[in-house]
C-alpha cells in the first residue's frame, strides 16, 4: 500500500509558476511510476506528468509541455512538478498518483492522493 500526500497547490496569475510535491509513505516509491493527473470542473481527468521509478522516462501531456518539469527524489520520497509559465486552462484539481509502471501509471494508477487545487487567473 502507498498513501500518497499533495502540496503546493494555490493561486497565481498567468505567466507565474508554482511547485507541487507529493509526499509517499507506505513502500519505497523507487519501486513505483509516479506522476500527476488533473480535473478541471466538467472535465474528466486526464494525465498530465509521469514518471518511471528510477526516473529515467519520463511523459509529458502536449499540453504542457516545455513548461512543465517532474523531478523525483527517492531518498525522500516525494516527486515533485514544478509547473512554469502557467496558463488558465492549467487551472484544476492536481492529482499525484502511482503504480508499478510508467504504462500503468498512465492507464490507471492504483495509487492516489487527495488532490491540490491549482488555479490561474487572467
Known amino acids: 500500500q502507498v498513501h500518497l500526500v499533495e502540496s503546493g497547490g494555490g493561486l497565481v496569475q498567468t505567466g507565474g509558476s508554482l511547485r507541487l510535491s507529493c509526499a509517499a509513505s507506505?513502500?519505497?516509491?523507487?519501486?513505483?511510476?509516479m506522476g500527476w493527473f488533473r480535473q478541471a470542473p466538467g472535465k474528466d481527468r486526464e494525465v498530465v506528468v509521469g514518471?518511471?521509478?528510477?526516473?529515467?522516462?519520463?511523459y509529458y501531456a502536449d499540453s504542457v509541455k516545455g513548461r512543465f518539469t517532474i523531478s523525483r527524489d527517492n531518498a525522500k520520497n516525494t516527486v515533485n512538478l514544478q509547473m512554469n509559465s502557467l496558463k488558465p486552462e492549467d487551472t484544476a484539481v492536481y492529482y499525484c498518483?502511482?503504480?508499478?509502471?510508467?504504462?500503468?501509471?498512465?492507464?490507471?494508477?492504483?495509487?492516489w492522493g487527495q488532490g491540490t487545487q491549482v488555479t490561474v487567473s487572467s
Open positions: 507506505g513502500r519505497t516509491i523507487r519501486e513505483y511510476a
Open positions: 514518471i518511471s521509478g528510477r526516473g529515467g522516462i519520463t
Open positions: 498518483a502511482a503504480d508499478n509502471s510508467l504504462a500503468q501509471f498512465k492507464s490507471s494508477p492504483a495509487y
